[in-house]
């Protein structure tokens, strides 16, 4: 049975975006992960699980939300060695999450972006998958064959990424750019801006890990 997961983060939201992405879904469980909270407040959602060590949270908003008995609390220490984030994810996936769906994790901190990027790897190791959207962009991490509908694709733009080492055998169907048993590495744009041209588009790949990152301008 899927077990969808919302997780939102402390990163750039865009409020009209993600509400309305949030609203078009059905999710059994939802975290709001340390200053994440803030925009349940303003969206007029409530989170089931509060989560962090709460060093960037708006304090009236924290005394919002600890101040509903349905909503359960978890606080860890700053000095910590994972972030937020992190946490959070791991545990979605500890409360049996078969879909993640990752908000507030881009925007303006580049380390924390390529950090949460990492945190999609996570999904991997347990068979959960893991979208981190934003209002440009839904990106996944994949390590074996993955589709796309066209009539369901984010945006009108689908980039592969090489990620932690190069990639062999990629192999590409419905795109404008078909690629036959490929070789990928992290020092080549080859991947960047594919388009969906027919009504399914295959990603396969024999080795290695590549990001799927579906854009929109």
Excluded at 115 to 125: A, C, D, E, T
Excluded at 146 to 174: C, H, N, W
Aim: hydrophobic letters at 40%; proline letters at 3%; charged letters at 25%.
């Amino acid at each position: 049975m899927k077990k969808r997961v919302l997780v939102v983060s402390g990163g750039y939201i865009d409020d009209v975006f993600a509400g309305n992405y949030i609203n078009n879904r059905k999710y059994e469980i939802r975290i709001a992960c340390d200053r994440g909270m803030e925009f349940y407040k303003r969206a007029g959602l409530q989170p089931d699980l509060i989560l962090g060590d709460f060093d960037s949270a708006d304090p009236k908003v924290l005394q919002y939300f600890q101040a509903m008995e349905e909503i359960s609390c978890r606080q860890f220490p700053p000095e910590k060695d994972w972030t937020d984030t992190e946490l959070a994810v791991m545990h979605a996936i500890e409360l049996g999450a078969t879909e993640i769906d990752l908000f507030g994790a881009t925007g303006s901190r580049l380390d924390h972006v390529l950090g949460n990027l990492s945190i999609l790897g996570l999904g991997l190791q347990a068979g959960v998958e893991i979208c981190m959207i934003d209002a440009h962009n839904r990106i996944r991490l994949i390590d074996r064959e993955y589709r796309i509908k066209k009539d369901e694709q984010f945006g009108s733009f689908v980039s592969l990424i090489p990620y932690m080492g190069a990639v062999a055998g990629v192999t590409l169907r419905g795109f404008q750019y078909p690629l036959e048993h490929a070789a990928m590495d992290g020092f080549h744009s080859l991947g960047i801006s594919n388009e969906i041209v027919e009504d399914e588009a295959m990603i396969t790949l024999e080795q290695g890990l590549l990001l799927v990152i579906e854009s929109k301008d």
